[in-house]
Structures are given as structure tokens and as C-alpha cells.
């Protein structure tokens, strides 16, 4: 089992180049299923959350192999239509097969989806989406079942915006015979991204207007290759790091136009930052000013994703600062955690009240992918040592964060504690 060893105080300085975004590449890997050829993925970030579904994509059949960062999938031979729950029930987003394996092979079943424990997270918009679009589904067992003669287009009105059903009902409308009209839908990057996935490789896909898409149906999608877009989480996760070290960071490859909410806070904060020949160049040296109020939003609100880090940054910022969490009810696992460092915090429902005080370093657990994240932040600040148990949370979305700081001149390595 690993642990993150940290030794707090290293004002954070240098450069880093970000990895591709998990968020973008894990529905795009889905979407792959409904050719019949090969697709190639640059710039593939290797996370725990892309071998899971790697793993998945195995049992139906696709053949992947690595060259560097590149992820190739061979399609041509896909003839599974069932995934164990063994397998879904690691990581939420394997729901979004279903429409995938319904364009492909008019059925699919799969265990109950799972990921992180931040939330109920249900999922009955993806099946209001795939019962809008023609297909019959049956809960039993353990296993949601999909079976459709044919998809036919629908139009598609979400009560709420969900990141996850939009990319369901796309999947799913592709191949579907007609039109297919989607309204009231996320807004988020990886829609965009996804739809320009399927776009190259030969889908019908108009965004109207916000959150309005349209897509006309097609008899059959063709092989492509697609450069994955650098991760603005993992970005906005690297700037709050050196921000609650009060250091500066470049990032070389970072997602301009994708992180506005973020940037707004961080200047608020007392940051500045400037984008520069495609770089974001940002400097944490004055950060001083507490937040008064802020809620996470769906896009382009304040992403929840970063929520955890932010709490952290805030955490040594004098003064009271407060958020609000809207998306998920369990964002807030990570208070125990910080209080065990000194931080004065009180959690009050879907609120937390944070009053910015000095951290001192001690033993932590990450139970969560941000809220690890979060932890890493925090003990960047604090003063000694902190060791961080529950590494492979913080694997499903982060490459290599040792690594990653390291280049930014923290003073953190893994430990393997068998091996000792």
C-alpha cells in the first residue's frame, strides 16, 4: 500500500505541463464502441480511471495497446454486450456504455455503476434519456438491462442538466434512426469534446444554441484519431497548490476559455494571473482575501471538482470564508481531515464555514479523488510532515502528482510501506 510524503513550507515555483483530461477521455473511450475500425487517443492520461475502463473495454471484445501517451482501440471485433458490476461498480461513468452498446449491438447490461462515495449520484436521467430513444430497460439482480430493436430519434427535454445523461443520449442518438433533439443540456467541456469526437468520426452533431443539440442519425461511424485536451481540474488543482504555498506556476498546455469560475476566485483571492502564448502564468504571492460566499454551479459556475482544493487554499487564508456545495452532498468528507491539521472549520448542511488558520502536518487518509487532492494541497502548507494514506483515490485522476509537484519544486515522494 502506498502513502504521499509531504514536508510543508516549500514556496512552489516552476513550470508543468498538464495531462489529458480524465473527464474528457473516459466517454470519448465509451463512444470508441459504435465503429467498427480504430481510434487513437493522444495525449491519453495513464490513470487508474482509464485502466478501469480499458479493463471493460477488453471484456466486449476491443483489442488496446500503448505507444507512449497514445492510446489506440481496435474496435473491429466487439461482441460483449454484459460488464460485471465487479467492474462498473469502480467508477460511476461506466454507465454511459449503455447507449453506447445499444447503438452498437441493441443490448446491453451492466452492474450498478460506483466511484467515488461523494454522493447519491443517481441515475435516472441516463434511463429516461434511453427509454426516450426507443429502448426497454429492466432492473434486477444487480443489473440494469437495455434491449431496443431499433433507436429512433426522440426529442429530449432534461428536467436538470447532467453532464453524464447528455453524454448517454449522445451516444445513444448517434446511430438512431432520425432526428434526435436535446435540450436542457449540460454545458460542460467534455460535451463539446465528445461531440467533436463523434463528429470525426462521422456523426451529424449541431449545436444549436446553448444546451440545445441536435444530432441527425447515421447507419455507421468510422475509425479517427483525436488529441485529448489538457485536464482543467488537474490545472485548477496544480494553481491552488502553489497558491496555498503563496508560489507561482506555469502551465504550459492549460485549457484557455475552460476555466474562467476558477480564475475569478483565485484573482478575488489576491492571485494574479495572465495568459501568455497559450500558457497560463499564474502568481499566488498575494493571496490574503477570504471568500465571502461561494456556491459550486454547474458549468461555467465554479466546478465542484475543484471545490476541495479551493477549501483547502482557504484554509490558510486569514479571515471567514464560506461555500456552498450544490452538486454533490458529500463534498465535504475532507473537513475531518483538515481539522486533524488545526483547520477551523464547520460544516452545516450543504455549507461549510472555513476561518483560515496555520496547519501543522500529521497522518491523513484520502477517501475520495478531489478530497485527496485536497489533502496534498493542504500539507503543502502545513508545517513538518504529513503522510497520506488512500493513494489510489487520488490515481483515478491524477497521473503522477509526486511527480507533478516535484517539477514544481515541492518537497513531497511515494512510499510503498510493504516494502519497509
Same mark, same amino acid.
Given at each position: 500500500?502506498?502513502?504521499?510524503?509531504?514536508?510543508?513550507?516549500?514556496?512552489?515555483?516552476?513550470?508543468?505541463?498538464?495531462?489529458?483530461?480524465?473527464?474528457?477521455?473516459?466517454?470519448?473511450?465509451?463512444?470508441?464502441?459504435?465503429?467498427?475500425?480504430?481510434?487513437?487517443?493522444?495525449?491519453?492520461?495513464?490513470?487508474?480511471?482509464?485502466?478501469?475502463?480499458?479493463?471493460?473495454?477488453?471484456? #466486449? %471484445?476491443?483489442?488496446?495497446?500503448? @505507444?507512449?501517451?497514445?492510446?489506440?482501440? $481496435? /474496435?473491429? *471485433?466487439?461482441? &460483449?454486450? !454484459? +460488464?460485471?458490476?465487479?467492474?462498473?461498480?469502480?467508477?460511476?461513468?461506466?454507465?454511459?456504455?449503455?447507449?453506447?452498446?445499444?447503438?452498437?449491438?441493441?443490448?446491453?447490461?451492466?452492474?450498478?455503476?460506483?466511484?467515488?462515495?461523494?454522493?447519491?449520484?443517481?441515475?435516472?436521467?441516463?434511463?429516461?434519456?434511453?427509454?426516450? #430513444? %426507443?429502448?426497454?430497460?429492466?432492473? @434486477?439482480?444487480?443489473?440494469?438491462?437495455? $434491449? /431496443?430493436? *431499433?433507436?429512433? &430519434?426522440? !426529442? +429530449?427535454?432534461?428536467?436538470?442538466?447532467?453532464?453524464?445523461?447528455?453524454?448517454?443520449?449522445?451516444?445513444?442518438?448517434?446511430?438512431?434512426?432520425?432526428?434526435?433533439?436535446?435540450?436542457?443540456?449540460?454545458?460542460?467541456?467534455?460535451?463539446?469534446?465528445?461531440?467533436?469526437?463523434?463528429?470525426?468520426?462521422?456523426?451529424?452533431?449541431?449545436?444549436?444554441?446553448?444546451?440545445?443539440?441536435?444530432?441527425?442519425?447515421?447507419?455507421?461511424?468510422?475509425?479517427?484519431?483525436?488529441?485529448?485536451?489538457?485536464?482543467?481540474?488537474?490545472?485548477?488543482?496544480?494553481?491552488?497548490?502553489?497558491?496555498?504555498?503563496?508560489?507561482?506556476?506555469?502551465?504550459?498546455?492549460?485549457?484557455?476559455?475552460?476555466?474562467?469560475?476558477?480564475?475569478?476566485?483565485?484573482?478575488?483571492?489576491?492571485?494574479?494571473?495572465?495568459?501568455?502564448?497559450?500558457?497560463?502564468?499564474?502568481?499566488?504571492?498575494?493571496?490574503?482575501?477570504?471568500?465571502?460566499?461561494?456556491?459550486?454551479?454547474?458549468?461555467?459556475?465554479?466546478?465542484?471538482?475543484?471545490?476541495?482544493?479551493?477549501?483547502?487554499?482557504?484554509?490558510?487564508?486569514?479571515?471567514?470564508?464560506?461555500?456552498?456545495?450544490?452538486?454533490?452532498?458529500?463534498?465535504?468528507?475532507?473537513?475531518?481531515?483538515?481539522?486533524?491539521?488545526?483547520?477551523?472549520?464547520?460544516?452545516?448542511?450543504?455549507?461549510?464555514?472555513?476561518?483560515?488558520?496555520?496547519?501543522?502536518?500529521?497522518?491523513?487518509?484520502?477517501?475520495?479523488?478531489?478530497?485527496?487532492?485536497?489533502?496534498?494541497?493542504?500539507?503543502?502548507?502545513?508545517?513538518?510532515?504529513?503522510?497520506?494514506?488512500?493513494?489510489?483515490?487520488?490515481?483515478?485522476?491524477?497521473?503522477?502528482?509526486?511527480?507533478?509537484?516535484?517539477?514544481?519544486?515541492?518537497?513531497?515522494?511515494?512510499?510503498?510501506?510493504?516494502?519497509?
Amino acid at each position: 500500500m502506498d502513502e504521499i510524503h509531504v514536508i510543508g513550507g516549500n514556496c512552489l515555483k516552476g513550470s508543468i505541463t498538464v495531462q489529458g483530461s480524465k473527464n474528457t477521455v473516459l466517454p470519448i473511450m465509451a463512444a470508441s464502441l459504435l465503429q467498427r475500425e480504430i481510434c487513437v487517443l493522444r495525449g491519453c492520461p495513464r490513470i487508474l480511471d482509464v485502466c478501469y475502463m480499458e479493463e471493460i473495454l477488453h471484456i #466486449l %471484445g476491443v483489442v488496446t495497446w500503448w @505507444k507512449g501517451h497514445d492510446l489506440y482501440l $481496435d /474496435c473491429s *471485433k466487439v461482441y &460483449g454486450m !454484459e +460488464i460485471a458490476s465487479e467492474y462498473t461498480g469502480r467508477m460511476r461513468c461506466s454507465v454511459i456504455l449503455l447507449g453506447a452498446l445499444l447503438g452498437r449491438n441493441q443490448r446491453g447490461v451492466i452492474g450498478y455503476p460506483g466511484g467515488c462515495v461523494i454522493g447519491k449520484r443517481p441515475i435516472d436521467l441516463h434511463l429516461y434519456a434511453l427509454k426516450s #430513444l %426507443g429502448a426497454i430497460i429492466s432492473e @434486477k439482480n444487480g443489473k440494469i438491462q437495455a $434491449d /431496443c430493436k *431499433k433507436l429512433k &430519434g426522440q !426529442e +429530449i427535454n432534461f428536467p436538470d442538466r447532467s453532464v453524464g445523461a447528455t453524454e448517454q443520449a449522445l451516444l445513444a442518438a448517434v446511430l438512431a434512426e432520425g432526428e434526435t433533439v436535446l435540450r436542457n443540456c449540460a454545458r460542460e467541456p467534455e460535451i463539446t469534446w465528445l461531440c467533436r469526437f463523434l463528429q470525426k468520426m462521422g456523426a451529424r452533431i449541431c449545436h444549436e444554441k446553448e444546451g440545445c443539440i441536435r444530432v441527425q442519425g447515421v447507419t455507421s461511424l468510422h475509425g479517427t484519431k483525436m488529441l485529448i485536451p489538457a485536464d482543467r481540474i488537474v490545472t485548477g488543482t496544480y494553481l491552488c497548490a502553489a497558491a496555498a504555498s503563496r508560489g507561482s506556476v506555469t502551465v504550459e498546455n492549460a485549457p484557455e476559455g475552460e476555466m474562467e469560475a476558477f480564475l475569478e476566485v483565485y484573482r478575488k483571492m489576491g492571485g494574479q494571473y495572465e495568459w501568455k502564448s497559450g500558457k497560463l502564468i499564474a502568481n499566488g504571492a498575494g493571496i490574503q482575501f477570504s471568500v465571502p460566499f461561494l456556491e459550486t454551479e454547474a458549468y461555467p459556475g465554479f466546478p465542484t471538482d475543484l471545490q476541495s482544493p479551493l477549501l483547502a487554499v482557504l484554509t490558510t487564508v486569514p479571515g471567514i470564508s464560506r461555500i456552498r456545495e450544490n452538486i454533490f452532498e458529500n463534498r465535504f468528507k475532507i473537513c475531518s481531515e483538515l481539522t486533524k491539521m488545526g483547520a477551523h472549520i464547520e460544516v452545516r448542511g450543504s455549507e461549510v464555514k472555513i476561518c483560515g488558520s496555520r496547519l501543522k502536518g500529521c497522518r491523513l487518509r484520502a477517501e475520495e479523488l478531489r478530497g485527496g487532492a485536497a489533502l496534498v494541497i493542504a500539507a503543502l502548507a502545513a508545517d513538518g510532515e504529513s503522510v497520506i494514506e488512500g493513494v489510489p483515490f487520488i490515481r483515478r485522476g491524477y497521473e503522477d502528482i509526486c511527480r507533478d509537484l516535484r517539477y514544481l519544486q515541492a518537497e513531497i515522494y511515494m512510499e510503498d510501506i510493504l516494502s519497509v
